[in-house]
C-alpha cells in the first residue's frame, strides 16, 4: 500500500510538473521578447542614468551626477512643463470628444456604421500622412484652416500662425492629436453604453428624469470604469508622444513644442550624451509608472466604496 502511495504521488507530480511546463511554454515566447526588448533596455538605461558616457569612450560612474544636470537645465524643466500641458489638455479634450461622438453614434441613425468607421480611421492611418495633411492645412499663408477662417471674417493681422507660431504652435498638435485620438476612444465608450441595461433608463423615464438627468445619474456613473481606462491609456500615451511632434513642429518654433521625448531624442542623437539621456528617460518612466499607479489605487478604492 506504501508503494502504491509513492507511485500515484509520483505520477501526481510528474503531471503537475508537465502542465507546469506547457503553460511555461505558451508563455515563454512572449516573455523572451518582453525581457529582450523592454525589460534589458530598462535595467540598462537605469545603469546608464548612473554614468557617463558618449557612445564610443569608456563608461565613468558619476552617481545621480546626470539627475542633478538635467534639473538644473532650462531646457530640461521647459520641456517638462510642454509635456504636461500637451497631457492634460490632450486627455481632458480626447476623453470629451470621444464620450460625446459615442453618445451620439449611439443613436439610431442613418448609416451610423459608416460615421463609426470614419471617425475611427484616423488613428489607423499614417502617422506620417497624417502629419504631413494637418501641416500643409495649418500653414500660415494659403492653409486651408486660415482660409476658412477669412471666409468667416477674421481680419488677416489676427489670423494665427498655428505651426510656425511659437503661442499657437502646441494648440495646433493638440488638435491633430485629439482628432487622431477621438475615433479609438468612441469605440471603448461605445462598446461600454451599450452594455448598460435599457431597464435603467426606462424607469428613469417613469420617474420623470430628463435625458440631463439620465446623463448624470446612470450614463456617465455607469461608464466609470471605460473612463478610468480611457484616461490612463491617453495619459500614457501623452507623456510618449514624440511622431505627430516630430513630424509636425520637430519641438519648434524654438523649443515651443518639445516635449521630454524630443528632450530624449535631441541629447542621444544630437548631443550624445547618453547618460544625460537615460537619466530623462528614467524621470518620463517614473513619472509614467506613478500616474499609472495611482490610476490603478484611485479606481480600487472607487469600486470598493461602490
Request: hydrophobic share 55%.
Amino acid at each position: 500500500m506504501a508503494n502504491a502511495t509513492k507511485q500515484e504521488t509520483k505520477k501526481g507530480i510528474s503531471l503537475n510538473l508537465r502542465n507546469t511546463l506547457v503553460g511555461l511554454s505558451f508563455i515563454l515566447p512572449n516573455f523572451i521578447g518582453f525581457a529582450v526588448f523592454t525589460l534589458v533596455p530598462v535595467i540598462f538605461s537605469f545603469i546608464l542614468s548612473l554614468m557617463k558616457w558618449d557612445g564610443f569612450t569608456p563608461m565613468e560612474f558619476v552617481a545621480f551626477d546626470n539627475f542633478v544636470k538635467i534639473f538644473g537645465e532650462k531646457k530640461f524643466i521647459e520641456s517638462l512643463g510642454h509635456t504636461v500641458y500637451f497631457a492634460f489638455f490632450t486627455v481632458l479634450l480626447s476623453m470629451a470628444a470621444a464620450l460625446a461622438l459615442a453618445l451620439l453614434l449611439n443613436q439610431k441613425l442613418k448609416f451610423v456604421n459608416f460615421f463609426r468607421s470614419a471617425i475611427f480611421f484616423p488613428y489607423v492611418a499614417s502617422i506620417v500622412a497624417v502629419s504631413c495633411v494637418w501641416k500643409a492645412m495649418f500653414m500660415e499663408d494659403g492653409g486651408v484652416i486660415n482660409s476658412a477662417l477669412q471666409m468667416l471674417g477674421v481680419a488677416e493681422d489676427m489670423l494665427p500662425g498655428w505651426t510656425a507660431s511659437v503661442a499657437w504652435a502646441m494648440p495646433a498638435v493638440i488638435i491633430v492629436s485629439v482628432w487622431r485620438n477621438m475615433g479609438y476612444f468612441m469605440i471603448i465608450y461605445l462598446a461600454a453604453l451599450q452594455d448598460i441595461p435599457n431597464s435603467l433608463y426606462e424607469a428613469a423615464e417613469m420617474d420623470g428624469a430628463s435625458k440631463w438627468q439620465q446623463f448624470v445619474r446612470i450614463t456617465f456613473p455607469m461608464l466609470t470604469p471605460s473612463h478610468f481606462f480611457v484616461f490612463m491609456m491617453l495619459t500614457i500615451n501623452s507623456f510618449k508622444t514624440f511622431d505627430l511632434i516630430f513630424l509636425m513642429t520637430e519641438g519648434g518654433p524654438g523649443t515651443a513644442t518639445q516635449l521630454l521625448s524630443m528632450y530624449v531624442y535631441n541629447k542621444a542623437f544630437i548631443s550624445w550624451d547618453y547618460g544625460v539621456t537615460s537619466a530623462a528617460s528614467m524621470v518620463l518612466f517614473l513619472i509614467v509608472a506613478t500616474i499609472t499607479v495611482l490610476q490603478f489605487r484611485v479606481e480600487k478604492k472607487f469600486n470598493d466604496f461602490m
